[in-house]
């Protein structure tokens, strides 16, 4: 796609939006949108010019790292695998170097299911979109010889991402480190909300993360809540729950009515956390995979 159809390829988006995993479709993320190492991008047009088909993908250097692409959009209006084809055939010129490309479907989008069937797409896992209406929180304690504190910017960059590696260095999709740099940057995008990332510490040692963003679902502020991470040797002593109650009292005083998490489906125990702490299923998503050539 060329420079001068980004404006057409950003209304497609915003279009087709609700079809799709939006994740990474709305305005704030198409801003400044342009099609180029880290997002190679294809259309298909009618003879009217008007595009029927994108795809487009996020070469990132976070997805570089765990030599993946992720799919900003994959979508044709005419239902046919052809369409499908002729745009995967293109991005995949982009993707040497890499293992796999992945692409988030909504498990009600049965048609898009079944196209990533036809494409030798495979299921790696499940993910699901909980959301909190009640701004109360129940009460809650810091254990002896712990505490939480607010994360510092240009001090903590280092401990954030060393708790947040070892906390997910077994999820599915998360494996990827994070460096100090992306931790940083963090901070300065817009969703930051200060005072919103928080380190739990056990007689000085970090232990745990928990952030809390800003946010918008059903075109209503929310504050979403992740990531949330406990080292391996600290899990399973009720921390991640203090960690979540941490997040949602400060929801609170930044008067949100409502919070929102993602969680994978073979996360069995966060998501019983979760729900017993008044969270309520809204999504389910399938992260399908494509293996690539190497």
Not at 6 to 12: G, L, P, Q, S
Not at 64 to 92: N, P
Not at 258 to 272: D, F, P
Request: charged share 30%; aromatic share 10%; with cysteine.
């Amino acid at each position: 796609m060329t420079d001068h159809r980004v404006k057409d390829f950003i209304e497609y988006c915003k279009k087709h939006r609700n079809e799709v995993d939006d994740s990474f479709l709305y305005e704030e993320d198409l801003k400044g949108f342009e099609p180029n190492a880290e997002n190679p991008t294809y259309i298909m047009i009618d003879q009217q010019g008007e595009i029927t088909a994108a795809a487009s993908l996020i070469i990132d250097e976070y997805n570089r790292r765990g030599q993946r692409a992720r799919f900003r959009i994959f979508h044709s209006e005419c239902k046919d695998v052809s369409s499908y084809k002729q745009l995967m055939a293109s991005l995949l010129k982009h993707t040497e170097g890499l293992k796999k490309v992945y692409i988030f479907i909504p498990l009600n989008n049965l048609p898009l299911m079944e196209l990533m069937d036809q494409l030798d797409f495979s299921v790696e896992r499940y993910a699901f979109l909980l959301v909190r209406e009640d701004s109360d929180v129940p009460e809650w304690n810091i254990p002896q010889d712990y505490r939480i504190q607010a994360f510092r910017p240009g001090k903590d960059e280092q401990i954030w991402s060393e708790v947040r590696n070892a906390g997910f260095a077994k999820l599915k999709g998360n494996e990827t480190p994070v460096t100090p740099e992306m931790v940083a940057k963090m901070v300065s995008e817009n969703d930051y909300l200060e005072g919103g990332m928080k380190i739990l510490y056990h007689l000085g040692k970090p232990v745990g993360i928990v952030r809390g963003a800003d946010d918008e679902f059903e075109n209503a502020p929310i504050m979403n809540i992740g990531p949330l991470a406990v080292i391996p040797e600290y899990q399973g002593l009720g921390l991640g729950r203090i960690l979540l109650r941490a997040a949602l009292q400060f929801a609170r005083e930044k008067n949100y009515k409502k919070t929102i998490l993602s969680v994978n489906g073979e996360n069995e125990r966060a998501q019983a956390l979760y729900i017993n702490e008044g969270f309520r299923q809204v999504e389910g998503v399938a992260c399908y995979e494509y293996i690539l050539n190497s």
